[in-house]
C-alpha cells in the first residue's frame, strides 16, 4: 500500500520536517519505492515534482526536504505499486485543471471491479487510482458547475466516496488550492499545530524541530498522514468513514459516512 501525506495552513508554510520523515518511507524505513510525488499549491499555480524511483535516495527529494518551499496547501504521495507499472506517468499526486483551477489527487488503496465511466477527463498512465480521480471529476463536472457553493461541491465529492469505499480501500485527498477534502476507510490521522508551538521529533528520521522558532503566535499548520510521522506527539485518528474538509490549517466540514460491513479498518496507531 502507499502512504499519504499532506498540509493545510493559514499561512505560506514549508513542509520539510513531514516530507523528510516521509521520504524516509519511501525505501529506507518502509517499502514504498515505487515512485513518489509532491504538489505545492501557490495561489492558482502548483509547483510540482515527481519520480518513479525511490525517495529515500533521491536528490531530487533532497533538495524539496532542505528547500524551504512556502505553501498553505501541499500533497505528497510514496507509491507502492499494485497496479500499472513503475513510471513517471504512475506517480501520485495527479493533476488536473477544472473550473479554472488546478486540482490535485492522491489516493491509497485498491478497488474491486472499479470501471471508470467515459468522460472529459481521461487517464495518462495505468493506475487505477489515475482513473478514479478522472471518473471523480467527470462526475463533479457533470453534477455541479464552477459557482456551485462548496457545501453543494463537498455533499457530491461525499457521496462519490461512499460509492468507492464499497468497492474496496479508499484512502483520499483531493485539493484545488483553496481547500483540502480527505475521506478514509483505514488509514488517516492528523494533526494541528498552534500556538504554545513545542519541539516534536521524526519517527523515522534523526530529526527534531522547534516548532516555536519557526512559527508565529498567529500560525495554524495541520498535517495529514496515513501513519503519524513523529513519536511525540498525539496525533488525531480517523475513523472509517469519516471525511474532512480543510482549510487555513481548520477542520471546516466534517462528517462519517456509512461504513460497508465488515468496513476496511486498520488497527489503531498511536501517537
Known sequence: MCELLAMSANTPTDLCFSFTGLTRRGGETGPHKDGWGVAFYEGKGVRAFHESGASANSRIAEVVQTHPIKSEVAICHIRQANVGSVCLANTHPFMRELWGRYW????????????????????????DSEALFCDILNHLRSECDRHAPVEEVVGALVRFSSGYSRRGIFNLLLSNGDWLFTYCTSKLASITRRAPFRPARLKDADVTVDFEAETTPNDIVSVIVTEPLTSDEHWDIYQPGEWRLWQQGVVVLKGVTESPAGAHRAPEVGS
Request: proline fraction near 8%; charged fraction near 5%; avoid cysteine.
Open 104 to 127: 490535485t489527487f492522491a489516493h491509497n488503496g485498491q478497488l474491486t471491479g472499479f470501471t471508470a465511466s467515459p468522460g472529459f477527463y481521461e487517464p495518462v498512465g495505468g493506475t
